[in-house]
């Protein structure tokens, strides 16, 4: 049987007016294609019947000379080639004639013959033929023999409702995976650093009467973490002497206090930060959350290592003797080291986690905190980022405004800090910083903390936010908030001015 519109069982009836007939081509084939079921429907303005190969043509190329010859059962010779080239490449036997720098001028009528499509027929996507089969699973209809799959364009409903004044139906299309723009620390590696060598610069410095501060800033500003930490075992190892206890009888102050900390491994400074946190006059609920919601899983399981080792006593005891309530439950919740840290991101599950935090907060009577504890100190931070902006688009109010709406205390500060610190983390540090050195007096350990864990993160990042936000520099903030040794330490750290 045949479909309408194609040829009956045999071929295509010869057709007049095409290519002429071609001595030597392809001898005409007994049928094209059989007849398939459950093919395409029938195409108006399809081909005519053709018998086997291309119909003959009126008007093709002129004849050229020097062509190729005729080969027995290949292609003819054809009509109409490249004109002799002159000074070009020497012709060759066998290979392509002489071409006359250029294409000629096509004449009316006709194409240029190209190979003719097995079984007879013109290929897909020649002019004037059949259009390519579009692909299978391509938008905007499914598969033969498949169900619309869910958030496409023409297909099922999304599996999730909408809530109300949200729009749905968006496509569960993920996040790409953030960009990774290279180093963004201020301090790089000095190259050829040598401990031994290093440790002589501040024995010398320290040795005698008075001590070189400016031979100590230049070596300790110079060096990244992990190029000073080993100056620690090899200055006892060649002078027999404790380098902190050394450094502590030399310097004083905010500056003592700086090169101390840029002498200890990122996760024990942490640790050591935590438990004066902790254990200080008041609790520095802010130093808290600062650290415990910027770390990674493996740098908060490394602090926990350390501070079980250096003060006996786990830090989620501490945490739990020294806070209460659902404020006790974020930090604990953080401390765990826990996170997702997948980089994809699921769209469907975001909104899904911003319709949770609206039915927790906005949408009821109270506030379910243990949602928002959940969702905060469990999800990844690139899927985080994308629910807060759900969240926007879903009730019209930014995240950190309708927490401060549904909390206060303690819990309202910390989970503000979640949100800004994992929305925007080089914003929530230049904050941190401004904060710090913002009206009377200077929080020093902030701004010793800062400068130190983020001098080989994001420093340039934070450099450039805050020159946004504050309208100057964080190197002429640092200027004009400190002094002597200690200001041109932190102006190290800080790499430059914007």
Known sequence: MSYPGYPPSGGYPPQAGGYPPQAGGYPPQAGGYPPQAGGYPPQASGYPPQAGGYPPQAAGYPPQPGAYPPQAGGYPPQAGGYPPQASGYPTQAGGYPPQAGGYPPQQAGGYPSIPPAQGGGMPQGYPGGPAPCPPQGYPGGPAPGQQPMPGYPGGAPAPNPSMPGYGGGAPATPHSPAINRGYRGAIKDHPGADPLRDVEVLRKAMKGFGTDESAIIELLGSRTSKQRVPMVAAYKTTYGKDLFHDLKSELTGSFEKLAI??????????????????????????????????????????????????????????????????????????CQGNRDEREQVDINMAKQDAQKLYAAGENKVGTDESQFNAILCARSKPHLRAVFHEYQQMCGRDIVKSICREMSGDVEDGMVAVVKCIRNTPEYFAERLHKAMAGAGTKDRTLIRVMVTRSEVDMLDIRQVYQQTYGKSLYTAISGDTSGDYKKMLLKLCGGSD
């Open 261 to 334: 900390a840029m002498l200890q491994t990122p996760a024990k400074f942490d640790a050591s930060e935590l438990k004066e946190a902790i254990s200080g006059a008041g609790t520095d609920e802010a130093c808290l959350i600062e650290i415990l919601s910027s770390r990674s899983n493996a740098e908060i399981r490394e602090i926990n290592q350390i501070y079980k080792h250096e003060y006996g006593k786990t830090l989620e005891d501490s945490i739990s003797n020294d806070t209460s309530g659902h404020f006790r439950r974020l930090l604990v919740s953080l």
